[in-house]
């Protein structure tokens, strides 16, 4: 009873430090996750544009290539709580001493490495679809901007957003690692209220449950949109534009056995 009790402590008497922690991993997570994606659809039209005739614009499209390689490479194998040392450390040391704001360090930082991972996402999302779409789109004159945005993306988001609300539960965990250079997330709170409550172990129990509770709700919720995507389970199909007999009614289940 004395231990349930000291957590109902913590969590009263420290809720505002608590729920300021909560509050900035949701923001570091949620626009990290948004600016990556962008980050990740830039890239994606990038490295799957077709290579001009021009012959300047084709070594600009193998070097921005190229570059988009090594920044997918390097930010992929290395740990988020490295490149956040080498970011904020590596801005001071370039400007002589300077750094960034927090909050907007950390944001960059996650949009960055959310930003490669997103890039193989789109890219495979983009490979997914049927080259008959591409090719329909530049037979009516699609450039191949218009043809991404227009006829490929919307797509390619609907089929990958599994991959990027797995990205935005990561990132909700993984903010946690920016405390290593003072980002005022929820586990740098954590290490404040522990060291003044000097109850180590219930502060970290809160903290845990409070990280469960954020990942199970944002799972819960982004498998609610992503059946709302899917549409009904039943429709109907209109053979014919005159003819009511000629509807044809079709059941997902009936569709995926097939």
């Given at each position: 009873m004395?231990?349930?009790?000291?957590?109902?402590?913590?969590?009263?008497?420290?809720y505002?430090?608590?729920?300021k922690?909560?509050?900035?991993?949701?923001?570091?997570?949620l626009?990290?996750?948004?600016?990556g994606?962008?980050?990740?659809l830039?890239t994606?039209?990038?490295?799957?544009?077709?290579m001009?005739k021009?012959?300047v614009l084709?070594?600009?499209?193998?070097i921005?290539?190229?570059?988009?390689?090594?920044?997918v490479?390097?930010f992929?194998g290395t740990?988020?709580?490295?490149?956040?040392?080498?970011?904020y450390?590596?801005?001071?040391?370039?400007?002589?001493?300077?750094?960034?704001a927090?909050?907007?360090?950390?944001?960059?930082?996650v949009?960055?490495?959310t930003?490669?991972?997103?890039?193989?996402?789109?890219?495979?999302?983009?490979?997914?679809?049927?080259?008959?779409?591409?090719?329909?789109?530049?037979?009516?004159?699609?450039t191949?901007s218009?043809?991404m945005?227009k006829?490929?993306?919307?797509?390619?988001?609907?089929n990958i957003l599994?991959s990027?609300?797995?990205?935005?539960?990561?990132?909700?965990?993984?903010?946690?690692?920016?405390?290593?250079?003072?980002?005022?997330e929820?586990?740098?709170?954590a290490?404040?209220?522990?060291?003044?409550?000097?109850?180590?172990?219930?502060?970290?129990?809160v903290?845990?449950v409070?990280?469960?509770?954020?990942t199970f709700?944002?799972?819960?919720?982004?498998?609610l949109?992503?059946?709302?995507?899917d549409?009904?389970?039943n429709?109907?199909?209109?053979?014919?534009?005159?003819?009511?007999?000629a509807?044809?009614?079709?059941?997902?289940?009936?569709?995926?056995?097939?």
């Amino acid at each position: 009873m004395s231990f349930l009790q000291d957590v109902l402590n913590i969590v009263i008497k420290y809720y505002p430090q608590l729920l300021k922690g909560v509050g900035n991993t949701m923001l570091l997570a949620l626009t990290g996750t948004v600016a990556g994606l962008v980050i990740g659809l830039l890239t994606g039209v990038i490295r799957t544009a077709p290579m001009s005739k021009n012959p300047v614009l084709r070594v600009l499209h193998k070097i921005l290539n190229a570059i988009i390689a090594v920044y997918v490479e390097v930010f992929r194998g290395t740990p988020m709580m490295v490149q956040s040392m080498v970011i904020y450390w590596g801005y001071a040391f370039a400007t002589g001493g300077k750094t960034l704001a927090l909050i907007p360090s950390g944001i960059l930082i996650v949009s960055i490495n959310t930003g490669a991972y997103m890039a193989e996402i789109v890219r495979g999302g983009i490979i997914s679809i049927d080259k008959g779409q591409f090719e329909g789109a530049m037979s009516i004159g699609m450039t191949h901007s218009q043809t991404m945005f227009k006829v490929i993306i919307p797509q390619v988001m609907r089929n990958i957003l599994p991959s990027v609300s797995n990205e935005f539960v990561i990132n909700i965990k993984d903010t946690s690692v920016l405390n290593v250079i003072g980002v005022t997330e929820l586990y740098y709170f954590a290490g404040i209220i522990k060291r003044q409550s000097f109850e180590t172990f219930q502060t970290y129990l809160v903290v845990c449950v409070l990280y469960f509770i954020l990942t199970f709700t944002i799972t819960r919720l982004l498998r609610l949109a992503e059946k709302k995507l899917d549409g009904k389970e039943n429709y109907t199909v209109f053979g014919s534009q005159s003819d009511s007999a000629a509807e044809i009614h079709i059941s997902k289940e009936a569709e995926v056995h097939d």
